[in-house]
């Protein structure tokens, strides 16, 4: 085949342009990134005590404190916060900003501006408002109301905060999350936080109203009252804010409590009798209520462990605005507690961060999983693309970082790390999970295909479909790693080394158990570090692909793997349902248990080993010759005679036919 010259000539321009192009971005990233750096900061929520119309795009956590730049600031668009509703002017009449840091010897400057061109309008004659904090009126950890002299209405406004930050005492507080909103001054220019792919909302909120035809009420919050326990009562308590300037009458709230099973009745304390909607009383002019109901109304909640879903909804005949009249909240009652915590690092190699990071978990973690993810490729031998992807998952950008069970970060190392550590992991370990009892096992053969079993078994918690679609099994290999260049002497570093699968979770809308058989090759599919498979483990973890919390993780040491009959091709895997079959299963009391087998060839020889959950062989028993069928008792007992315990028992049979030997297994429960 011929190629025109003048083409590939074309194509290779383009190539050179496109690395050119790609080159000055992250030339530019690189650029902006060295302006600006934060600390991570404690994640506690700082909420405001009261919320009186405050419009923020940050979630009232402070998880990061930002310094490197003088000038900060955040662009307010009114007309995104309400779908449907264009122009929306906003009536502001004061501003919140959080300080962290203890103490400081700068003052703070707060500007109020208009847009032009996606930038604030700065210049001294076109400032909307402008008032100058002294280092000795600052509220250090804690929020600075400042109030306008007078309100000032616009569909769009900046928030400028001229302050001086360094990495030592006086930082700007932000939220992890979006980013979009939030900006910093460089070289004369405000840059958005997200387009240096930070996703950091600075802690800065503006105080007032929506301007409206008509009235406007506003169902602010949910909160609740009583034990979150199976067969306990709860109370709602709303609040409601008028932001009209006249009093409003006949507005009512109609509440909907959901579980998996359908809608849970809103009863009166009195009689038991059912209310479908909550009337409330005239509400006075600019005025915020709170309707708390439990001494009259409650939700009895069933008898069984459940997620539940809260839907609110406040009507009123005259509001012409019911963007912000509805509010939804969910909660789950748990009965299970969660075993293991799995903590994930994505780290370096010859980083003393990351030493320090290894270094504390080893100090103060002992009831974890830790994986370690090098996606830097730089760090060979232990980058790979699996551990790549694993950050990405997390949206991470910069190294080193911390995610304790799936859905809390500590981004960065700071000389409070370990304090952190210590109570996020403490507030993670007591949580309760609906995953009761799981079971695993894994076959491997001499050309080193392996098929690794696990079964996870819900403990009879109800579920919501949506959640359980957002359910992801994953199962992957991480290898222990000590003594190499890069890491610290005498430290043992699990690596995530290979993804094996993702499987959804979707068998639990059949059944309260999921289990699979995934297929891997332990010399073909991942290059261990240390050439020894005898270092590397199956980690499985079951994780929420939407909140990324992670309800579930074990592992399984491959020196516990047994030998047996292993096909890389999932079509060549023996049906064990109909080749062997158990009966009773389970197995009560002083029953005892029968294990047969049928062929449809003749079977020279059968053997029947026992094993517990733990892998450890508790019974063999040897039937030869045999014909097509063969079958064997077990009374419960091991090979000294003496009774074992409850639990789950794993039954392989290892049949010899014409001269070839075949493995299959099945699960048995035995209840004594």
Sequence with gaps: MLYNKALLQTFADKELLLRRYIFVIITLAFSLLNAVDYHTASGENVKPSVR??????????????????????????????????????????GANIFIPGSSGSDPLTLKLCEDRYGQPLLHPDSLLFSQTLQASEIQYQD????????????????????YPTNSTEQFISASAVGGLQSYFLNNGYYYNMYSISYDSEFLFSLQGRFITEGTDLDLVSIDWEGEFLPGASIHPKFTVKNNSDIPVSGSYIIPLLEDPSGEIDLVYTAD??????????ILNANELYVFDVSDSLMYRLPDAASQYKFESELFCITDSLTQNNSIEDEFQIYVELLENLMIENAVQLNSSSSN????????VLDTCIIVNYFADLNDEPFFNDDSCARFHYYDLLGFPATIVGGSEKLLGYTSGYSTQLIELYNSAIQNNTFISNDTCYAYYNEQGNVGFYYELENAETILFDDFINDLTMRVGVIENVENEPGIPADTNIPVFTYLIAEVDADQFLESLTISDTVLFNMNDDYTTITGDTDNCEV??????????????????PFTEFQPGLVSMDEDEI?????????????????????????????????????YNIKGQLVRTMIKEPVSQNTSFIWNGKNNVNKTVSSGIYLMQI????NGKEYNFHKKSLLIR
Excluded at 539 to 549: G, H, I, M, R, Y
Excluded at 574 to 603: G, Q, R, Y
Excluded at 654 to 657: M, T
């Design 52 to 93: 009186d119309t405050l419009v923020y795009y940050h979630t009232n956590t402070d998880d990061q404190h930002w310094f490197g730049s003088d000038s900060w600031a955040v662009k307010f668009e009114f007309n995104e916060f309400y779908a449907g509703v264009d122009p929306l002017f906003f009536e502001a009449e």
């Design 539 to 556: 980690v499985f973890w079951l994780q929420n692909d939407e909140t990324k919390e992670i309800f579930h993780v074990n592992k399984f």
């Design 574 to 610: 023996p049906n064990t349902d109909h080749a062997m079959v158990i009966f009773p299963n389970p197995c009560k009391t002083n029953d005892v248990m029968h294990i047969s087998f049928s062929l449809s060839n003749t079977i020279q020889s059968a053997e029947l080993r026992i």
């Design 654 to 657: 290892k049949a010899k036919v």
């Design 356 to 363: 320090n990071i290894w270094s504390a978990q080893s100090s």
């Design 143 to 162: 929020w600075n109301y400042i109030q306008f002299s007078n309100t000032i209405t616009d569909t769009t406004l900046w928030l400028v905060v001229d």
């Design 272 to 281: 038991s009798t059912t209310c479908h909607q909550i009337a409330l009383p």
